[in-house]
């Protein structure tokens, strides 16, 4: 059963644009929240992570938005650059543990 | 700061043989997870170890083993494979702290015929 979902496997956008990925949640004990930006032929790597006591975290270009109503977050990308270009995963986990679910990636493609 | 490496990158096996991956940590890091990569299933957790004692462990038949060494390197197994394990096999390390926020390798990449 996929606890962390994401929609929209790829997405494409102008360079300078905003790039917005969503991903859903439904385990509840849940309180860590992660993404990872993928390379072809390389390993996942972290991107920026959020808390389940925040609602919102920015580093730089990247802000992660959570919604714990909704068992929703978002990540935002702003501006897209083309180095941006890659797989984005959302993944997830409980308190205290480094065992992650993840979603399924979104491909996000910036053209310049 | 040398990543995490694992060995072998590519490797073939058939039906009903076993496999053995290795990973080398980060220097200083002391968790090692072990995540499966297929398009169908996407990544999923295999285990993780800390201090050579398995912390967690995913849902996956008991086919799939691991250690960790003294030395925080680790290893994991398959026996008696299946068409089914063809995947890309990925370790990722951390200090230890439960955050998450884990570092991968590149992954080796299991085709089984």
């Known amino acids: ?112 | 700061k040398a990543g995490v490496t694992q060995t072998p990158r590519y490797l073939i096996k058939t039906r009903g043989q076993q496999v053995t991956l290795s990973c080398s940590p980060i220097s200083g890091h002391r968790s090692v997870s072990w995540y499966q990569q297929t398009p169908g299933q996407g990544l999923q957790f295999l285990f993780e170890y800390f201090s050579e004692t398995q912390r967690n462990k995913g849902n996956f038949p008991g086919r799939f083993s691991g250690r960790q060494f003294s030395n925080s390197r680790s290893e994991m197994n398959v026996s008696t494979l299946e068409l089914g394990d063809s995947a890309l096999y990925l370790c990722a390390s951390s200090l230890g702290s439960s955050t998450g926020e884990l570092f991968f390798g590149e992954g080796s990449r299991l085709t089984v015929l």
């Open chain 1, 1 to 112: 059963d996929q606890q962390v979902k994401q929609n929209s496997p790829s997405l494409s956008v102008q360079e300078g644009r905003i790039s917005i990925l969503n991903c859903d949640y439904t385990n509840s004990m849940f309180d860590y929240f992660l993404w990872y930006k993928k390379y072809p032929a390389e390993g996942p790597t972290f991107l920026i992570s959020i808390s389940s006591i925040k609602d919102k975290n920015e580093d730089g270009r990247f802000t992660v938005f959570l919604n714990k109503s909704a068992k929703h977050l978002s990540l935002h990308i702003v501006p897209s650059q083309p180095g941006d270009s890659a797989v984005y995963f959302c993944a997830a986990s409980g308190h205290g543990n480094n065992r992650l679910a993840f979603g399924k990636g979104n491909q996000v493609v910036v053209i310049p």
